[in-house]
């Protein structure tokens, strides 16, 4: 290759290197491939632990800065005939070729190819699936959805399906929120962390929207398995923390908060997190309602909620529908729909809300009269009163 080739390559290897410096996170491996004539000479390149790209060429392995490894490949570059370079992240794949005639990049995104979708995997339902089963196969081996050999387990069918329906359901709320930073999703009671992890694939690899999740959860246990499933996915733009999200304190804008399954006055934690945090956007999906059922009475339903079933039913109804009042209250635009059908389980709406910025008093008014009429006070206002003023725990409260 001649001097005139080098020189541009240089050029385009400074873009290069500032890409691997803003998205780090997702990157996955550097490949080389050095012609002369008839023989091929490979070198390859992946982040480790230490933040150093592990680079093996003709057999030596170094540990290597990003902008050093660049340096050596255009050194050596200068032997050869041709060089090939492909550079790729999550989704997202750069093709350098440089020889005497001149240097080209190209920028290739990693689509779904309908064609190479298996039948055992492609006829789950007759729908288009947002997260394509052989496209994520890797993300639905580590979460347990699909087997070994490719296939979609036959029981977790029914959780594919409620996942790539969560994913349908926020897709548009996420493609509105798109923007030049780093999008900052916390994950409230985060579990083993299944929900996030499908959702940093399809905004990473799908969407190409720049994010990094935080997971907070109380158990240890749940916190070390998904930092497990995380190294084998290689989703460095995540973090895990065993705590109460009472006690994160972090500077970083939150954007989003989720919220999924969290049992009773946990989702009201979530919900006050978000308001405190001034969330862009908040979502959960309630699991157990047993705060207010303890509590609530009301004399005009007397005949009706000695019926325990109806009365039970009629506190799921009243916290959700008090938990969206309060989130208007707040200056957020509430949705409350069908997360899934409610033959697959009755715990089956989702709690949407998209902050405004503008409190609605109205909201306020009508959350007010039902805490009065039914003499009771909800979890989600104690929880707020404890971030915003630092009070004692609910339990002292209560």
């Not at 490719?150 to 029914?158: Q, S």
């Not at 798109?178 to 990473?204: A, E, H, P, W």
């Not at 729909?337 to 306020?364: D, Q």
């Given at each position: 290759?001649?001097?005139?080739?080098?020189?541009?390559?240089?050029?385009?290897?400074?873009?290069?290197?500032?890409?691997?410096?803003?998205?780090?996170?997702?990157?996955?491996?550097?490949?080389?491939?050095?012609?002369?004539?008839?023989?091929?000479?490979?070198?390859?390149?992946?982040?480790?632990?230490?933040?150093?790209?592990?680079?093996?060429?003709?057999?030596?392995?170094?540990?290597?800065?990003?902008?050093?490894?660049?340096?050596?490949?255009?050194?050596?570059?200068?032997?050869?005939?041709?060089?090939?370079?492909?550079?790729?992240?999550?989704?997202?794949?750069?093709?350098?070729?440089?020889?005497?005639?001149?240097?080209?990049?190209?920028?290739?995104?990693?689509?779904?190819?309908?064609?190479?979708?298996?039948?055992?995997?492609?006829?789950?339902?007759?729908?288009?699936?947002?997260?394509?089963?052989?496209?994520?196969?890797?993300?639905?081996?580590?979460?347990?959805?699909?087997?070994?050999?490719?296939?979609?387990?036959?029981?977790?069918?029914?959780?594919?399906?409620?996942?790539?329906?969560?994913?349908?359901?926020?897709?548009?709320?996420?493609?509105?929120?798109?923007?030049?930073?780093?999008?900052?999703?916390?994950?409230?009671?985060?579990?083993?962390?299944?929900?996030?992890?499908?959702?940093?694939?399809?905004?990473?690899?799908?969407?190409?929207?720049?994010?990094?999740?935080?997971?907070?959860?109380?158990?240890?246990?749940?916190?070390?398995?998904?930092?497990?499933?995380?190294?084998?996915?290689?989703?460095?733009?995540?973090?895990?923390?065993?705590?109460?999200?009472?006690?994160?304190?972090?500077?970083?804008?939150?954007?989003?908060?989720?919220?999924?399954?969290?049992?009773?006055?946990?989702?009201?934690?979530?919900?006050?997190?978000?308001?405190?945090?001034?969330?862009?956007?908040?979502?959960?999906?309630?699991?157990?309602?047993?705060?207010?059922?303890?509590?609530?009475?009301?004399?005009?339903?007397?005949?009706?909620?000695?019926?325990?079933?109806?009365?039970?039913?009629?506190?799921?109804?009243?916290?959700?529908?008090?938990?969206?009042l309060m989130l208007e209250e707040h200056g957020y635009e509430v949705s409350i729909v069908e997360y899934i059908s409610p033959l697959e389980t009755?715990?089956?709406?989702?709690?949407?809300?998209?902050?405004?910025?503008?409190?609605?008093?109205?909201?306020?008014?009508?959350?007010?009269?039902?805490?009065?009429?039914?003499?009771?006070?909800?979890?989600?206002?104690?929880?707020?009163?404890?971030?915003?003023?630092?009070?004692?725990?609910?339990?002292?409260?209560?």
């Amino acid at each position: 290759m001649n001097k005139s080739s080098a020189d541009k390559l240089s050029f385009f290897f400074m873009g290069l290197e500032n890409r691997f410096l803003e998205n780090r996170d997702i990157f996955v491996e550097v490949d080389v491939r050095f012609k002369a004539g008839l023989k091929t000479f490979k070198g390859h390149g992946v982040l480790n632990e230490t933040d150093m790209i592990s680079y093996n060429y003709n057999g030596v392995t170094k540990l290597l800065s990003f902008n050093k490894v660049l340096e050596d490949i255009r050194k050596e570059a200068l032997k050869y005939d041709e060089l090939l370079l492909t550079y790729k992240e999550r989704g997202t794949r750069l093709l350098i070729s440089a020889n005497r005639k001149g240097v080209t990049m190209n920028t290739e995104e990693l689509k779904y190819d309908a064609k190479e979708e298996k039948k055992d995997t492609s006829t789950l339902l007759s729908r288009d699936y947002f997260i394509k089963a052989t496209e994520a196969s890797s993300l639905l081996k580590a979460i347990g959805i699909m087997s070994k050999d490719g296939k979609v387990k036959n029981d977790k069918i029914r959780k594919y399906n409620q996942i790539d329906h969560y994913v349908e359901l926020l897709d548009k709320n996420f493609e509105s929120m798109k923007r030049q930073g780093t999008l900052y999703i916390m994950d409230v009671g985060c579990g083993k962390s299944y929900l996030s992890f499908v959702l940093n694939y399809y905004l990473t690899e799908v969407k190409k929207i720049k994010c990094h999740f935080i997971g907070i959860d109380i158990s240890p246990q749940v916190i070390e398995t998904s930092r497990e499933i995380q190294k084998q996915l290689g989703y460095r733009n995540m973090e895990f923390h065993a705590m109460d999200v009472k006690d994160f304190k972090d500077d970083r804008k939150i954007d989003v908060v989720l919220s999924l399954h969290a049992c009773d006055t946990a989702t009201d934690m979530a919900l006050a997190f978000g308001v405190y945090k001034e969330a862009d956007f908040i979502v959960a999906v309630p699991c157990c309602h047993k705060e207010m059922l303890k509590t609530y009475s009301y004399k005009p339903f007397e005949g009706i909620m000695k019926h325990g079933i109806l009365k039970a039913r009629l506190a799921d109804t009243l916290t959700d529908g008090l938990r969206g009042l309060m989130l208007e209250e707040h200056g957020y635009e509430v949705s409350i729909v069908e997360y899934i059908s409610p033959l697959e389980t009755p715990k089956n709406l989702m709690i949407r809300a998209y902050r405004t910025g503008t409190p609605n008093e109205a909201s306020k008014e009508n959350a007010e009269q039902l805490i009065r009429a039914f003499s009771i006070y909800p979890a989600f206002r104690y929880y707020l009163d404890q971030y915003t003023y630092g009070l004692g725990g609910l339990d002292g409260l209560l």
